[in-house]
């Protein structure tokens, strides 16, 4: 297990949260339980905390557990884009209920994380955010399972990145909520 901690200049009132995983979702389609979690990404207030979930996650399971309820057991809700995947997600690795609800509006339930930046970006002037994925999950699992497998930093931090990345674009559309409510009447 890794936990890397970073300040930010954004803000985030409320957590967010992000989960990644190390299998493809044809593996576990909508089937949750079946997902296995590679990383948990929090951003609140001005600070992004990843654990990473190496191979030996089972010998840090307690303290992983305490990480994340630390971080999250004292608020009434968190947030994520897909909160059902990530309630689920939490459920099966803490045992914990989590009451995660989503950043979009629900007009906007059905569209992409980065679609929904876009418009902030072109509506809005906000700024772009680089992801080494251009938003792929699918590579961060494929650099995920090359990390475990070649020990290789760089295809970590390129998960971390793309994680990071994640949290700053769900953090955005949360904080815009008005925003996409006023566009949608």
Not at 150 to 168: D, G, I, P, R, V
Request: charged share 30%; with cysteine; glycine share 2%.
């Amino acid at each position: 297990m890794k936990i890397i901690e970073t300040e930010v200049e954004d803000f985030a009132p409320e957590p967010i949260v992000d989960v990644e995983v190390s299998n493809s979702l044809a593996e576990w389609k909508n089937d949750y339980s079946k997902s296995k979690i590679s990383m948990v990404g929090i951003f609140h207030k001005n600070k992004i905390k990843q654990i990473v979930l190496l191979e030996d996650k089972e010998a840090f399971k307690d303290k992983i557990i305490f990480e994340i309820n630390n971080l999250l057991k004292k608020h009434s809700a968190i947030f994520a884009l897909n909160n059902n995947f990530e309630h689920e997600s939490l459920l099966a690795l803490t045992g914990v209920k989590f009451n995660v609800e989503d950043v979009r509006i629900p007009i906007f339930q059905r569209h992409r994380k980065d679609d929904l930046y876009n418009m902030l970006i072109q509506l809005k002037n906000c700024d772009p955010i680089h992801d080494p994925f251009n938003g792929d999950g699918g590579m961060c699992v494929k650099r995920y399972n090359e990390y475990i497998a070649t020990k290789n930093e760089e295809m970590l931090q390129e998960c971390l990145a793309h994680n990071k990345n994640c949290l700053l674009k769900e953090n955005a559309i949360l904080k815009n909520k008005d925003f996409f409510i006023k566009i949608k009447n």
